[in-house]
């Protein structure tokens, strides 16, 4: 991010001190992982990269997913394993001042757009 801002193609605007809820499967991994039958994902190099910039440059990183509670230590694991910064990990859905997702800013877009 330059000047404490990320803005993307589309207009949309990362500043340092927002909260950016980042979604875990198919955003932070690359692919469909059926992990209820032990399947293990790959991160996505480019979003954790984006991700990471935004932490460092004071934006509040919370991953946010669809997968029950009972995931929550293998997410923190593969997390921490893959080297992204996170503040919070929440298996629902919540408020946010940037969506990060694959339903709304593309993984591949936000990353596009830390790299400039």
């Known amino acids: 991010m330059t000047d404490n801002e990320l803005v993307d193609d589309h207009?949309?605007?990362v500043d340092a001190g927002d909260r950016v809820l980042v979604d875990f499967d198919n955003t932070l991994t690359e692919g469909d992982v059926a992990y209820w039958e032990g399947e293990r994902p790959d991160p996505d190099d480019d979003v954790v990269?984006?991700?990471?910039?935004?932490?460092?440059?004071g934006c509040t990183v919370i991953v946010w997913t669809a997968r029950p509670w009972s995931e929550a230590a293998r997410l923190a694991a593969h997390l921490?394993?893959?080297?992204?910064r996170w503040h919070?990990?929440?298996?629902?859905?919540?408020s946010g001042d940037v969506y990060v997702?694959?339903?709304?800013?593309?993984?591949?877009?936000?990353?596009?757009?830390?790299?400039?």
């Open 11 to 13: 207009g949309a605007q």
């Open 49 to 57: 990269d984006a991700v990471n910039e935004c932490y460092f440059a």
């Open 80 to 84: 921490t394993e893959w080297g992204v």
């Open 88 to 94: 919070g990990l929440r298996c629902d859905k919540g």
């Open 101 to 116: 997702d694959d339903k709304a800013l593309r993984p591949d877009t936000f990353a596009d757009a830390t790299s400039n």
